[in-house]
């Protein structure tokens, strides 16, 4: 079978990959499967977490979303009635590329773990069945964030959650199977 799966797939000093949950099921699901892993990065210089990514899995489509410029642009989509998060990780690089492997290999299943990345699985074809998995809820650690602060912040945050939270639902619409890790997320998923 061949899989796609879009996620937050570099490593970094404060997010170790090897221990988590997704990387450990990427890893049981290339076993059996041609797996190809795909995400942005706003490192300046990707390739060393690249290479450590390529010597477990081989097959790695990403792309380099330059920071500055993608905050720029986050914002204005956040003025505009837009997600951030979602503005900050498209690229039409890697969107591209995965176009053009779907039509050499179609891909049998995507699986996505993170809500910036399902506006990706949304452009693939609908034949295609998508496994979502929420984890917590991206839109739920935006509306934890607004509860946290005040004024122009919270606004900000909620906005923010808000917005998130479209996303999720039309996720969740085009989703085959949608996972959460906390009986919390699976109410704010089902609701």
């Known amino acids: 079978m061949n899989i796609l799966m879009l ?3 570099l490593p970094t000093v404060r997010r170790q990959l ?7 099921f990427a890893r049981e699901l290339a076993r059996e499967h041609r ?3 795909a995400c942005t990065t706003d490192h300046p210089n990707p390739f060393g ?3 450590a990514i390529r010597d477990e899995f081989e097959d790695l ?4 979303v330059p920071n500055r410029w993608k905050r720029l642009w986050s914002v204005a989509h956040l003025a505009t009635g837009s997600s951030a998060e979602v503005a900050y990780f498209s690229a039409d690089a890697l969107r591209n590329r995965i176009r053009d492997r779907a039509k050499s290999a179609p891909f049998h299943l995507v699986y996505v773990a993170s809500t910036s990345m399902i506006p990706y699985a949304l452009e ?9 998995d929420f984890g917590d809820v991206d839109s739920e650690w935006w509306r934890d964030r607004a509860r946290q602060f005040s004024g122009f912040k919270t606004k ?8 998130l939270r479209e996303v999720e639902i039309m996720g969740a619409r085009r989703a085959t199977h949608c996972l959460v890790a906390t009986p919390q997320a699976a109410r704010t998923v089902a609701s």
């Not at 489509?61 to 380099?64: D, L, R, T």
């Open 7 to 9: 996620g937050p797939w």
């Open 18 to 24: 090897t221990t988590e949950r997704l990387h450990r």
């Open 35 to 37: 797996l190809t892993l």
């Open 49 to 51: 977490a690249v290479s």
């Open 61 to 64: 489509e990403f792309a380099v």
């Open 124 to 132: 693939l074809a609908p034949r295609v069945p998508v496994v979502l």
């Open 156 to 163: 900000i945050y909620r906005a923010e959650a808000m917005r």
